[in-house]
C-alpha cells in the first residue's frame, strides 16, 4: 500500500513537470469551485475561524474573503507540486528574496540564526528557494510523514537545491550538531502545539492561542539572532519575500517573548492579505477544547 501510493506520488509530480502555468491556473481555477461549491472542503472551520478573527466584518465580507480562500488554497495546492519540478532558474524567477543581504554579516563572522515563517504565502516555494539565496546551511524542521517511502521521496525533492531537513522530535540534537556551522534554522511556527500545557498563549487574532514554545526556547538558550520573513504574493504565480529581524543575538529575552513578537507581526502580516493565510486549518481547536473543558 504504502509503495503504490509512492508509485502515484512520482506520477503526479512527473506530469505536473509538462503542465505550462497557463494550464496550471486553469486547472486552479476549476480546483478552487469544486472545493468551494461542491465538495465544501473544510467550509466550516474556513468560515468560524474568519468569523473569529475578524468580528468587525460582516457576512458578506467573510463569504468574500472565504472565496479569495478557495482561490489562493487552490493555487497553493497546484503551485506545491508544480514546485517540486521547476528548475532553479524558474524559481528564482518566481520567488524573489529582496533583502537577502541582511545574513551576510553574520556568515562572515561565522553565526547562526532562527528564521521564523508562518503558512502565508506559499511557504513550499520558500522551503525549496531559500538556500539558493544565502551562503549559510539551511535548516529545516518538518514532521514526518507515517508512508516512509513517500517521505524519502518527497524529501529528496525539497532537498535538491542545497535545504537540510530534521524531523520536530530531533530539531534539538541537530541544533547542538551544527555548532559551529554559520546555519540558518527555519521554523514553520504558526502550527497548532500537540501539547498545550507547554504552550504559550498569546492573544492573536482576536482569541487567545497557543503557540509552539521551542522556537523561543532555542533562541535564549543558543542566543541566536531572530528573524521573520513575510511572503507577498505579487500575482498568480509571483512572490517576494522580505526579512526582517526580531531579536538581535544574545539579546535578554523574558520566557514567551520571542513568541509575543512572532504573533504580532504574523497577525500584521494576515491583517494586510487575509486570504492568503492557511485559514483551512483547525488552528484553534485545541484551545476551544480547552475553553470547555474549563
Known amino acids: 500500500m504504502q509503495k503504490s501510493a509512492l508509485l502515484f506520488t512520482k ?4 506530469s505536473f513537470a509538462i503542465v505550462p502555468f497557463g494550464w496550471l491556473y486553469l486547472l486552479s481555477d476549476w480546483l478552487s469551485f469544486v472545493l468551494n461549491k461542491i465538495v465544501g472542503y473544510r467550509k466550516k472551520v474556513i468560515l468560524q475561524n474568519l468569523h473569529n478573527a475578524f468580528p468587525e466584518k460582516k457576512d458578506g465580507e467573510i463569504s468574500v474573503l472565504a472565496t479569495t480562500y478557495y482561490n489562493h488554497l487552490a493555487d497553493l495546492l497546484l503551485e506545491s507540486i508544480k514546485g517540486l519540478t521547476m528548475n532553479k532558474a524558474q524559481l528564482q524567477h518566481r520567488f524573489v528574496y529582496r533583502n537577502p543581504e541582511i545574513f551576510t554579516p553574520l556568515f562572515e563572522n561565522g553565526e547562526s540564526a532562527i528564521l521564523l515563517g508562518s503558512h502565508f504565502g506559499n511557504w513550499e ?5 531559500f538556500p539558493l539565496s544565502v551562503n549559510h546551511e539551511v535548516l529545516g524542521t518538518y514532521k514526518p510523514l507515517k508512508n516512509r517511502y513517500l517521505d524519502g521521496y518527497l524529501n529528496s525533492l525539497r532537498k535538491q537545491w542545497g535545504l537540510h531537513l530534521t524531523s520536530m522530535s530531533q530539531a534539538g540534537r541537530a541544533v547542538i550538531q551544527q555548532k559551529g556551522k554559520p546555519t540558518i534554522f527555519v521554523l514553520i511556527a504558526d502550527q497548532t502545539p500537540a501539547d498545550i500545557k507547554n504552550a504559550h498563549w498569546v492573544n492573536f487574532l482576536n482569541q487567545d492561542t ?10 535564549r538558550q543558543m542566543g541566536y539572532p531572530v528573524f521573520y520573513f513575510e511572503i507577498e504574493r505579487v500575482s498568480q504565480g509571483r512572490y517576494e519575500v522580505f526579512f526582517s529581524p526580531l531579536c538581535e543575538a544574545k539579546e535578554a529575552l523574558a520566557e514567551g517573548e520571542v513568541t509575543r513578537r512572532f504573533a504580532a507581526v504574523l497577525e500584521q502580516t494576515i491583517q494586510k492579505n487575509p486570504a492568503n493565510w492557511l485559514w483551512s486549518h483547525r488552528r484553534w481547536k485545541r484551545a476551544r477544547k480547552k475553553e470547555k473543558v474549563a
Not at 506520477?11 to 512527473?14: D, G, L, N
Not at 516555494?125 to 528557494?129: F, I, P, R, T, Y
Open 210 to 219: 497557543p503557540f509552539l514554545h521551542g522556537m523561543d526556547k532555542l533562541a
Open 125 to 129: 516555494w520558500g522551503v525549496l528557494s
Open 11 to 14: 506520477m503526479v509530480v512527473k
